[in-house]
Nanobody
Framework: VQLQASGGGLVQAGGSLRLSCVDS????????MGWFRQAPGKEREFVAG????????VYADSVKGRFTISRNNAENTVYLQMNSLEPEDTAVYSC??????????????????WGQGTQVTVSS
């Protein structure tokens, strides 16, 4: 598993961005995927997760109703659609993979692989 995130950038408050995370391996469909973020001076926090088996999703309360996680197994890609962005969403966003995990997607130690992050900056 090798994960590469992209799609970050600078956007005004209220705007949208779509992040992508591509897995260059051959077993993407057997991994649940998660998005995390880390703002300057803060710990890394869970944003959203999607299971490998039935594509069930889970979100942090702070992004519910604004962010949507999805996946395309044919393209080995997981997406994070971010709408109504707020300055508080500014952070480095990273994707992670957890093999055949159905629960606990919001718990960082449950993930097996991590990709490099992509910077998201929301201006007020």
């Amino acid at each position: 598993v090798q994960l590469q995130a992209s799609g970050g950038g600078l956007v005004q408050a209220g705007g949208s961005l779509r992040l992508s995370c591509v897995d260059s391996g051959r077993t993407f469909s057997t991994y649940s995927m998660g998005w995390f973020r880390q703002a300057p001076g803060k710990e890394r926090e869970f944003v959203a997760g999607i299971t490998w088996s039935d594509f069930s999703t889970v979100y942090a309360d702070s992004v519910k109703g604004r962010f949507t996680i999805s996946r395309n197994n044919a393209e080995n890609t997981v997406y994070l659609q971010m709408n109504s962005l707020e300055p508080e969403d500014t952070a480095v966003y990273s994707c992670a993979a957890a093999r055949r995990r159905q629960f606990g997607l919001d718990y960082l130690p449950n993930y097996d692989y991590w990709g490099q992050g992509t910077q998201v900056t929301v201006s007020s």
